[in-house]
């Protein structure tokens, strides 16, 4: 019988578990050397950061202050990595071959003592697989061949996704800094990487990101089941058809005047998508209500930013409910959104009012920042509760750093939190070099925010042996023990993609629960169907029981071959636009 079956048999015991909050706690490790405000957990020892040249304490063997480097999980210290092109507000995700690719980023700014980056603005940064422990060895460089390997058009902001075919699709940006995006500086368009055939050194048009000027920096997308691409920028929201470059439906706007494209960021989260109907469901929060017409001047570090979540089911069905409405227990600002292997999500960092970027509007001068009150205390957003009772706060601790702009969080193997990262000001400023007495300081101590089970060593699941590679539709056999205290609970396995997190996006995470059956020790294992369910890519596998999570293992979900794959699997039964 499967689980979810024999769950439904236990309706008193589903709500005695569906209504315990985990008790939370941060714990302060470590230092980044950089700011990792591009931060991608790469495996259970390694995660990647990238920031801009500036006065970074971490230096690169030759004393230059170093802009990228690697984050070591078992000793919480960073080492330097070297690169040529400015890796700043750039986007990425990685490929069907397991390699990391990072695009675009910043033009050139090379300020003497501040590192010696040429225009990152086309730049294509490939990373991994880097199978060591510690980060040296083959794979673990970062491989830039800036005269021949390059974007089409420069962007500063775009979204990097990998789609079906295990390729990305790169949308979007603007040629320069800039706190809204605007028509002379907008790159309205899409291109791919590797190039599609017949594509190379050529963009499509988007009527969406036009549309959607002037808040449409780092449009928040995602893969549905239908194999189309859900785009969301400023207050609107596009099915795309890659394959015939088409724009299919236009949802609702956001409601009450919400939006969510920079610098409004608030975030955009595609819920768990569970078998056999895998059904999407897209979730926003936060942001600002106001008007995308206000000037800079109007802007105030103390505009007080929006409390909404919105989801909707992208069915005929859910699509005709329209936006289903719920609120925070307080108002966010660029929040990082962490996909948990129980399926809820996370809500950290970020401030209660303000607007994202640079110090630019009216009142920013005197604090250095767009923002102000820094909020403090994550939110949870519980998945599977009914609608109206979802948000909370509750065993959630205060952290006492403030994660403003370019702050960053992302999850990790161990099962917990890593939280990073915060700058809002374009050069480093520590607290006892501040002669302007500015706000938020650059941020260098980096934070994990530990369950209750890992705080207190409590007993958790263990897998002790998994396959490295699974093939769509494919069974496989994980061995796992379950302590006897969560054997009676709901079991979860679940398939995710921890995303390649920036300003506030988490681009590309995901999380699939896959069909699957205990025997003993022998956990049987159904990879998703085909690649629109999960793209083509490497994958964390956590198995849950009674809520609590298991360490995660690395899997490469479908051939691991360089993209383009051909499709793979078998058609997913879905109703999904
Ligand atoms: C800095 O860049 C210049 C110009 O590309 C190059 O000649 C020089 O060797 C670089 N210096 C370092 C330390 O990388
Ligand atoms: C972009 O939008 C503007 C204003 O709505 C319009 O004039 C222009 O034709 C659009 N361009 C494209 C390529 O859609
Ligand atoms: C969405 O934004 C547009 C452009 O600013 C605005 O005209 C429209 O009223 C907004 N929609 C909603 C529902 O607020
Ligand atoms: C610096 O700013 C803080 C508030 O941000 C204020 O309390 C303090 O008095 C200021 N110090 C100076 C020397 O201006
Ligand atoms: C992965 O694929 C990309 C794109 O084809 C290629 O440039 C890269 O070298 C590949 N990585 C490995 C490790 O083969």
């Not at 490790?29 to 304490?57: F, H, K, W």
């Not at 202050?65 to 690169?83: I, V």
Request: charge should be neutral; glycine fraction near 10%.
């Amino acid at each position: 019988m499967h689980s979810s079956k024999l769950f439904s048999l236990l309706p008193f015991l589903r709500l005695a578990i569906a209504s315990a909050d985990r008790t939370w706690t941060f714990v302060q490790q470590g230092n980044s050397g950089i700011v990792p405000l591009e931060l991608i957990t790469l495996s259970p020892t390694l995660a990647l950061m990238y920031d801009r040249p500036y006065t970074n304490p971490l230096k690169l063997p030759d004393g230059e202050p170093a802009w990228a480097g690697l984050w070591h999980f078992d000793t919480n210290t960073a080492t330097p990595l070297k690169t040529i092109t400015n890796t700043f507000c750039a986007g990425g995700a990685f490929i069907s071959n397991g390699t990391l690719v990072a695009v675009g980023g910043q033009p050139l700014d090379s300020i003497p003592g501040w590192g010696n980056a040429t225009d990152g603005t086309m730049g294509i940064r490939l990373f991994g697989p880097c199978t060591s422990k510690d980060g040296t060895g083959p794979g673990c460089t970062v491989f830039e061949d800036p005269k021949n390997m390059h974007l089409a058009v420069t962007r500063w902001y775009p979204t990097a996704l990998r789609i079906p075919d295990g390729s990305l699709m790169i949308m979007g940006g603007s040629d320069i800094l800039t706190t809204f995006n605007s028509a002379d500086i907008a790159q309205n368009n899409i291109e791919f990487f590797p190039p599609r055939k017949g594509e190379k050194g050529k963009v499509r048009p988007s009527k969406f990101l036009n549309d959607t000027l002037p808040a449409n920096l780092f449009p928040r997308s995602m893969v549905l089941p239908s194999g189309h691409v859900l785009m969301m920028a400023n207050n609107q929201s596009v099915i795309y058809d890659i394959e015939t470059n088409k724009e299919l439906h236009r949802l609702p706007e956001l409601p009450n005047g919400v939006r969510i494209g920079v610098p409004f960021d608030g975030f955009a989260q595609l819920l768990p998508l569970s078998p056999p109907l895998y059904e999407p469901t897209v979730l926003a929060c936060g942001g600002s209500n106001k008007p995308d017409t206000i000037t800079l001047e109007e802007m105030s570090i103390h505009d007080v930013a929006s409390t909404q979540c919105q989801r909707m089911t992208l069915t005929s069905a859910g699509i005709a409910a329209g936006w289903q409405v719920e609120h925070m227990p307080e108002p966010r600002l660029m929040p990082e959104t962490v996909i948990l292997p129980t399926g809820d999500v996370l809500i950290l960092n970020g401030a209660h009012s303000g607007y994202s970027g640079y110090p630019s509007v009216g009142d920013s001068a005197a604090t250095g920042s767009n923002a102000a009150n820094p909020a403090l205390r994550g939110i949870m957003y519980r998945t599977s509760l009914p609608h109206g009772q979802r948000l909370t706060q509750a065993g959630l601790p205060a952290s006492s750093i403030p994660r403003m702009y370019h702050s960053a969080a992302t999850f990790t193997a161990k099962g917990n939190v890593m939280v990073a990262a915060s700058n809002p000001h374009p050069f480093v400023l520590t607290a006892d070099n501040n002669p302007n007495n500015q706000s938020f300081p650059t941020e260098y101590r980096v934070e994990y925010l530990n369950p209750d089970f890992i705080t207190h060593n409590s007993p958790r699941p263990v897998i002790s042996h998994s396959p490295s590679k699974l093939a769509f539709n494919a069974k496989g056999t994980i061995t796992v023990t379950i302590p006897r205290s969560l054997a009676s609970g709901e079991l979860q396995v679940s398939l995710m993609d921890m995303g390649f997190i920036t300003h506030g996006w988490h681009a590309g995470s995901r999380l699939v629960f896959l069909e699957h059956k205990l025997k003993g020790n022998q956990l049987t294992i159904t990879a998703p169907p085909n690649g629109n369910i999960y793209p083509p890519g490497p994958a964390w596998i956590y198995v849950v029981a009674d809520g609590v999570w298991s360490e995660g293992v690395q899997i490469m979900i479908g051939d691991g071959g360089n993209p383009p794959r051909p499709s793979q699997g078998v058609p997913a039964a879905h109703n999904c636009l």
